[in-house]
C-alpha cells in the first residue's frame, strides 16, 4: 500500500537547537496533518495545513503544505526535551477521503 | 468530554483465539477507522466507518472483522488471532464533511502468542 516518505528516520539534537523534517508523496494530497505521538499514548494533532503554500505555526512549530501537493514540512524551533518523541505526517490523498495515509515517522531525541 | 476511548489497553491471546477491541467516542464523529502500528511501519489502516451501518476496507483488512450499530461505537474484531496480528492498535474518529483531522484513541496493545 501507499505510505508517505519521510525524512529523515530519526535524529539526535541538541537542546536549543532547531529542526527539520520532511513528508513527501507520489500524489497530490487536499490535506496535511502533523501529529507527534508519545511512548505508550496516541498520536496527537500539531498541525493541519489545507491550501497548497500555506504556513501554520503552533508555537515553536511551523509546517508548510508543499507547492506542488505532494510534499509538507515541519519544523521545530529552540528544541526542549519534551519535544522528544515521533513526529508523522498524514493525509487524505485527493483521490479518495477516507483512507489515510501515514509517514513512517521521524524519531527525535533531544539531547540536554 | 472523553474523546476516543480505547480499551483493553493491553492483552496476551494464543493463536486462534478470538476477541474484539473496543472504540467509543463520544463526540458525535460521523467518521471512525482502526490502525495497526508496527516498527518501522507507521500507521496502516484496517477498517472505516462513514456512520453507521457503514463500513469499509482499508489497507490491511485481512484477520479482522468490523461492524458499525451506533454512532459512537466501532469494535475491531479478529475472530482467529495469528502472531502476525501482534501489533498496537489504535482507533480514530473525525466528524463528516469538510474536517479532516482525526482525532486517536491511546492505543490497545496486543500480543498473540
Known amino acids: 500500500g501507499q505510505q508517505l516518505n519521510q525524512s529523515p528516520q530519526s535524529m539526535f539534537i541538541q537542546e536549543g537547537e532547531d529542526v527539520s523534517m520532511n513528508c513527501t508523496s507520489s500524489?497530490?494530497?487536499?490535506?496535511w496533518l502533523w501529529y507527534k505521538q508519545d511512548p505508550g499514548e496516541g498520536p496527537v494533532l500539531l498541525i493541519a495545513?489545507?491550501?497548497?503554500?500555506e504556513l501554520t505555526s503552533n508555537g515553536r512549530l511551523t509546517a508548510q503544505f508543499g507547492i506542488t501537493r505532494k510534499d509538507s514540512f515541519l519544523n521545530i524551533s529552540a528544541s526542549i526535551p519534551s519535544d522528544v518523541g515521533i513526529y508523522f505526517c498524514?493525509?487524505?490523498?485527493?483521490?479518495?477521503?477516507?483512507?489515510?495515509?501515514f509517514g513512517t515517522g521521524t524519531r527525535l531525541k533531544v539531547l540536554a | 468530554n472523553a474523546g476516543v476511548t480505547q480499551t483493553p489497553k493491553f492483552q496476551v491471546l494464543k493463536t486462534g483465539q478470538s476477541m474484539t477491541l473496543q472504540c467509543a467516542q463520544d463526540?458525535?464523529?460521523?467518521?471512525m477507522s482502526w490502525y495497526r502500528q508496527d516498527p518501522g511501519m507507521g500507521l496502516r489502516l484496517i477498517h472505516y466507518?462513514?456512520?453507521?451501518?457503514?463500513?469499509d476496507q482499508g489497507e490491511v483488512p485481512n484477520g479482522y472483522n468490523v461492524s458499525r450499530s451506533t454512532t459512537e461505537d466501532f469494535p475491531l474484531r479478529l475472530l482467529s488471532a495469528a502472531p502476525s496480528q501482534t501489533s498496537v492498535y489504535f482507533c480514530?474518529?473525525?466528524?463528516?464533511?469538510?474536517?479532516?483531522?482525526?482525532?486517536f484513541g491511546a492505543g490497545s496493545r496486543l500480543t498473540v502468542l
Open positions: 463526540m458525535n464523529h460521523e467518521y
Open positions: 500524489s497530490i494530497f487536499n490535506t
Open positions: 466507518s462513514v456512520g453507521a451501518g457503514i463500513t
Open positions: 498524514a493525509g487524505p490523498p485527493s483521490s479518495g477521503t477516507y483512507k489515510y495515509i
Open positions: 495545513l489545507y491550501k497548497a503554500g
Open positions: 480514530a474518529s473525525r466528524t463528516g464533511v469538510g474536517a479532516n483531522v482525526l482525532t
